[in-house]
């Protein structure tokens, strides 16, 4: 059995407006209707895989055990970063934690937010690495390259893959290099683009950090040890954590040791690093346009046209090589070459204490999630959708009343002592400091039309007397 890591409490920016800090891109439904998360969890998951062990952060933690149920899949342990530190600290935690059970069990270490179109190629290829990891190798698994990509670190082989399957020796590992560099590595034919999808034993691994990365053992080990059980999670230590290097596998380990092979992949591989990439692997028309949503090309070329809103239509005419993407509270346009710099608008955007910089329109909750719909000085309009069987904390609030209209399905409402079932077409009035809560005793999700009225909106403004989700 081989035990999948999934990796998942990054917060990548160069997918902004549609990935953001709040809600990342492995979250979002990128291609098709499941997050780039659900598959691939679901690409690893089946006959030869144990449950997944997730290292995430702490704001993620339901949005994946929401998303995992959704694909039908039941986690295994679901560990918390207290604060991101690269993925050599989390690759770390996640062997010592698999230590207890079996130390010479296999862990695939992978990154949550690729595409690999192919999931039965895939595996195939897995079980080429198997042999090689229970042979107390490190394994990666690189792709075959089909352009000079600059984007991407690269794994120089010994020898050149013989177009079968095969564990082949690694000789280094190649930082993103420039055009020609780039040119030079493909016409050699003994280079891969580095996916950062590794397999290996839980010891090995636990040997290869205590050889070439002693100082991160001490730390992760505490942050393991004296980690909290909340909720069916693991939150790590965050004292401990906090003394642990911010560094990659790769820096960390890899590149230091001696016993790695490479396994090739042919197959489709994207890690989606920005819209040119999400534009490739959409496909296009004949003239390279690509929509998604209510979007119009008219006399376009080699252009991403995608509108995220239902109510947004988004229209390009005579355009060449641009990326548009359009949200109800955002929109991004750039020349498609340029679309590694998105980040750098974020970080404009975050200098300018634009909340779109890192704010996403749905704010996710452990029972739901909730979006504004109209805000001015003493009034905020809300749509909150709580899931079947949840409920929000029981609280009260100094600034603010509430108007609550149920839409679609029926609330169970609390207001001081009186409790009552409140069904579609029906509202119930929250007065300024009353004691109240909502929750979902149905089997579908509720969703209600909340209507504010104070001095002061904020979401702090909130007092919690009792919360299933233990927040504080």
């Known amino acids: 059995m081989i035990t999948p890591v999934l990796l998942c409490g990054g917060s990548g920016t160069r997918l902004w407006p549609l990935s953001r800090k709040s809600y990342p ?3 979002a439904p990128l291609l098709g209707e499941e997050s780039l998360f659900q598959a691939s969890a679901a690409r690893l998951s089946g006959e030869g895989f144990a449950a997944p062990l997730v290292v995430t952060a702490s704001d993620f933690r339901f949005i994946v055990t929401e998303q995992l149920a959704g694909a039908g899949i039941d986690p295994g342990a679901i560990l918390i970063e207290p604060e991101g530190r690269n993925t050599a600290p989390a690759v770390l935690a996640a062997a010592l934690w698999l230590e207890r059970e079996d130390p010479g069990a296999l862990m695939l270490v992978a990154p949550s937010d690729h595409v690999i179109p192919d999931a039965d190629a895939f595996r195939a290829v897995l079980e080429t690495g198997v042999e090689a990891a229970r042979a107390e190798r490190l394994v990666t698994f690189g792709i075959a390259p089909d352009r000079p990509e600059t984007g991407y670190g690269w794994l120089e082989l010994e020898t050149a893959p013989g177009g079968r399957a095969e564990a082949l020796d690694l000789v280094r590992f190649v930082e993103k290099p420039d055009a020609e560099t780039a040119q030079d590595m493909l016409d050699q034919g003994r280079f891969l683009w580095n996916a950062g999808i590794f397999l290996f034993r839980v010891d090995t691994i636990l040997e290869a ?14 942050a393991v040890e004296a980690g909290r059980e909340d909720l069916g999670f693991l939150r790590l230590d965050p004292e401990a954590w906090a003394g642990a290097e911010d560094i ?4 960390a380990v890899m590149e230091k040791a001696g016993n790695l092979s490479a396994v090739p992949y042919a197959g489709g591989w994207s890690d989606l690093g920005d819209w040119h990439a999400v534009w490739r692997e959409m496909g296009g028309d004949a003239d390279g346009v690509a929509t998604h949503g209510p979007a119009t090309a008219l006399d376009c070329r080699d252009t991403l046209l995608r509108s995220e809103s239902r109510d947004l ?3 390009g005419i005579g355009l060449e090589n641009i990326v548009a993407v359009a949200m109800q509270d955002a929109v991004l ?4 070459s340029r679309a590694q710099e998105v980040k750098q608008a974020v970080a404009a955007l975050k200098e300018k204490g634009a909340k779109q910089a890192e704010a996403f329109l749905r704010d996710h909750r452990p029972w739901g999630w909730f979006e504004t719909l109209a805000l001015s000085d003493r009034f905020q309009v809300k749509r909150i959708v709580v899931h079947p069987g949840a409920a929000l904390s029981l609280q009260s609030h100094h600034h603010r009343s509430e108007h609550w209209i149920v839409v679609q399905g029926t609330a169970k409402v609390t207001v001081d002592d009186d409790v009552k079932l409140v069904t579609e077409n029906q509202s119930v009035y929250i007065p300024l400091g009353a004691v109240h809560r909502m929750e979902n005793p149905g089997k579908v999700p509720m969703v209600l039309i909340e209507v504010q009225t104070g001095t002061y909106l904020g979401e702090d403004d909130i007092i919690r007397y009792e919360d299933v989700y233990a927040r504080g």
């Open 248 to 251: 990659s596998i790769d820096y």
């Open 25 to 27: 891109k492995q979250f």
């Open 333 to 336: 346009v750039a020349d498609a």
């Open 209 to 222: 950090f205590r050889a070439h990365a002693p100082d991160l053992m001490a730390p992760v080990q505490k």
């Open 313 to 315: 239509h988004l229209v």
